[in-house]
């Protein structure tokens, strides 16, 4: 089994997909797999997790050709390439070439169809679905989405092809559980992209309600985002008088970000839209208690007692950190010892590698449908 798998960024600015991707493809190195990651060059690209295994990294230059696809698919002779994203014009690009040279194909949306991300240059990107991502889509073999929730926005989309349903994997053992209730701090962590779509305006008018019952507690944003973003984010911590409680702060990675998940209390992920949210799986396996909103995949926080998942609203936000930050703090460090299982349980890349290998494999060779496909 000869498979590629295509994303155009790995930089650590570019979010989850930067370590979905890599973290998919060293699992399926070390079942066996003929696997190449290809990607285009930037500045800090994220391929640590491939160090010591078998894949293979293909690195594109930023302005490629579609004829050097041509040559490089036809010379590797690939059985089956797995898209990682869509509107992106390289995407579409190396689809074209597949569909020429009668390469199966899945495309993995990573969000980017979710109703939240069609609002966003709302015209633009209806264009370009009737020109060209439509047709992209549907004839591939299989939509590879990350929750049911995106699924099912797929077929509103009007998308017949098949879809399958596998989480975005973690390697537990790089998110390790915290030990003690020594050393949490009476901290809410926001950690992610700082953009628009994560809510933070709405988590921060919800902070403002609440902050003068709980003086002793503070909020960390940490993340990287355009520079007149976090300005405009910094200037609202001002004008509402949060200076002393919010801090904003420059990323964070490696043991320096296992530390911050850790020693907070709470983790908070306020978004519009998320098709997985990589960072809530690792706050969950750090032992941290999430609150998050039910444009996110994880409504089983409610079910398994291990966070909040709430509709998203100012309103609904405050409810849910005051009940949170009310908790004693024992109880806090249980829920998130359960949080952590639960991930080991059910997220460990392991696992979730051996799902999309048994749909490489149906898709190929035919057999019987995995439990996880829908068409």
């Not at 590629?4 to 060293?26: E, T």
């Not at 069609?118 to 439509?134: E, G, I």
């Not at 039910?294 to 007692?305: H, M, R």
Request: proline letters at 4%; one cysteine or more.
């Amino acid at each position: 089994m000869k498979i590629l798998s295509f994303v155009s960024s790995l930089d650590m600015s570019s979010g989850g997909p930067s370590r979905s991707v890599p973290m998919l493809v060293k699992g399926l190195a070390e079942l066996g797999v003929d696997i190449t990651l290809m990607t285009i060059r930037s500045e800090n690209m994220n391929i640590h997790s491939l160090e010591g295994t078998s894949a293979k990294l293909k690195v594109l230059s930023p302005s490629f050709s579609r004829k050097e696809i041509a040559k490089y698919l036809a010379d590797e002779r690939f059985e089956l390439i797995q898209i990682q994203s869509v509107w992106e014009m390289p995407y579409h690009k190396v689809i074209l070439e597949a569909r020429k040279q009668n390469i199966p194909y899945i495309v993995t949306p990573r969000g980017m169809l979710e109703p939240w991300s069609l609002s966003q240059k709302k015209w633009k990107k209806k264009l370009a679905w009737w020109l060209y991502q439509r047709n992209d889509v549907q004839k591939s073999a299989c939509v590879f989405t990350t929750a049911k929730m995106e699924a099912e926005h797929v077929s509103n989309l009007g998308i017949t092809t098949c879809k399958a349903v596998i989480p975005n994997g973690i390697e537990t053992d790089a998110y390790p559980c915290k030990s003690s209730v020594e050393g949490v701090k009476k901290q809410v962590l926001f950690l992610s992209r700082v953009h628009v779509k994560k809510g933070i305006e709405l988590l921060f008018e919800a902070w403002k309600r609440l902050h003068s019952d709980y003086v002793d507690w503070q909020l960390l944003v940490i993340g990287n985002g355009e520079a007149e973003y976090i300005h405009s984010l910094e200037n609202r911590v001002e004008s509402l008088g949060l200076k002393d409680s919010i801090k904003i702060l420059p990323p964070v990675f490696g043991e320096a970000k296992i530390k911050v998940y850790q020693e907070s209390a709470l983790f908070c992920l306020p978004s519009f839209s998320e098709n997985f949210g990589m960072v809530i799986a690792e706050a969950m396996s750090c032992g941290t208690p999430v609150i998050t909103t039910t444009n996110c995949p994880w409504e089983i926080l409610n079910e398994t007692d291990t966070g909040w998942c709430v509709d998203l609203s100012v309103e609904n936000l405050e409810h849910a950190l005051r009940e949170a930050m009310g908790m004693d703090a024992n109880a806090l460090y249980d829920m998130g010892q359960r949080a952590s299982k639960y991930i080991f349980d059910n997220f460990d890349y392991r696992s979730v590698t051996r799902k999309t290998l048994s749909l490489y494999e149906w898709l190929l060779n035919s057999g019987e449908k995995p439990e996880f496909v829908y068409e």
